[in-house]
């Protein structure tokens, strides 16, 4: 399932209360996605990983009751007691099979020990497959039954939009949309310390925000996604400099139009950040204008950008003329 999908997905069974299990390879943002739905709809989010955790922990420590004359457990502090929100077990399947068996009964009856979930709590979980080659124990059939499973894919449109919307280095988005396999390589049949993600690339969008000297990127960006790839970006990222004065084409629209295909997509994802931060009817006509005498891929994916992050095309002046040339490419 695409994130776009998850998210709902998961939006849905929450509020249901159905226990979910999110499965998928490290660093495509699961975790992030969960976390997304909880500041969204302003739900608490507690994460847990029960990976750090003894078969104790959760159900707490005993103590001696004397008006009861029985022992008790003393639930822990870290789970939640009131309110609404997401009890995240990140990582449940890193965690050895005794400590997952103590999670059985808080899944399933929302209790353990003397410890209720509160009604407006929602359990969901994450982790990587079996064969990611991660630190993961096979989840006993039991703890499994208790979840709706869901798996995750890598989506690159879904991804550009949300590196829009969190203000990755338009360098970034730029070089990915130019090469979109290179958004993700991991490959559990190699032993690489470095490999292209999601969240690696987040963390080279960071480096190129640093101010580091140039010298050091090569090394640097390498170790978040491999060196081949890391001279395969920086190469890419040099071709910002040929690109047209993309404020001027969005006061004007009028500007020269570049032939090189790597150029081309750096002035694609140009034009659509410059217009999200200063958007206007002005400004969006002359954009349109302009990405009439664009290669036509490249004019249907600066408007499909811009109508994914919510701009409507409809009333602009100039979008009847854009859609008569471009419109056999919509179908």
């Given at each position: ?26 660093g ?113 059939s ?53 490999f292209?993600?999601?969240r ?9 925000r ?63 950040m ?58």
């Amino acid at each position: 399932m695409r994130a776009n999908e998850i998210n709902s997905s998961v939006t849905a069974m929450i509020k249901a209360q159905i226990p979910t299990f999110v499965w998928g390879p490290p660093g495509i943002g699961k975790s992030s996605i969960v976390k997304q739905i909880a500041e969204t709809n302003g739900y608490e989010f507690i994460d847990l990983r029960l990976s750090l955790m003894d078969p104790t922990d959760l159900k707490g420590i005993p103590f001696y009751d004397k008006d009861e004359h029985q022992a008790l457990w003393a639930p822990p502090s870290f789970l939640p007691r009131s309110g609404e929100g997401i009890l995240f077990l990140d990582e449940l399947n890193s965690a050895p099979p005794a400590v997952q068996a103590s999670a059985y009964q808080l899944i399933l009856d929302r209790k353990v020990g003397e410890y209720t979930l509160p009604e407006g709590w929602a359990i969901v979980a994450a982790g990587n497959r079996e064969g990611d080659r991660g630190v993961v124990y096979r989840m006993p059939s039991p703890l499994a039954n208790r979840f709706v499973h869901l798996e995750m894919d890598v989506s690159v449109e879904d991804w550009r939009d949300w590196a829009y919307e969190s203000g990755v280095d338009e360098r970034v988005i730029a070089y990915i949309g130019y090469k979109s396999d290179d958004l993700f390589s991991f490959d559990p049949t190699k032993n690489e310390k470095s490999f292209a993600t999601p969240r690696s690339w987040e963390f080279v969008s960071s480096v190129l925000r640093s101010g580091m000297d140039e010298k050091l990127l090569l090394e640097t960006i390498g170790g978040a996604i491999g060196k081949e790839r890391a001279v395969r970006f920086l190469s890419f990222a040099k071709v910002m400099h040929k690109l047209p004065n993309i404020e001027a084409i969005l006061e004007s629209g009028q500007g020269s139009y570049p032939e090189e295909v790597d150029v081309l997509h750096a002035l694609a994802t140009g034009l659509v950040m410059a217009v999200r931060q200063n958007p206007s009817a002005e400004r969006m006509d002359n954009l349109l204008n302009y990405t009439l005498e664009l290669q036509s891929e490249f004019s249907v994916m600066v408007v499909q950008d811009l109508q994914r992050a919510g701009f409507t095309m409809e009333e602009q002046k100039a979008f009847d003329k854009w859609v008569g040339k471009f419109a056999y490419l919509l179908a």
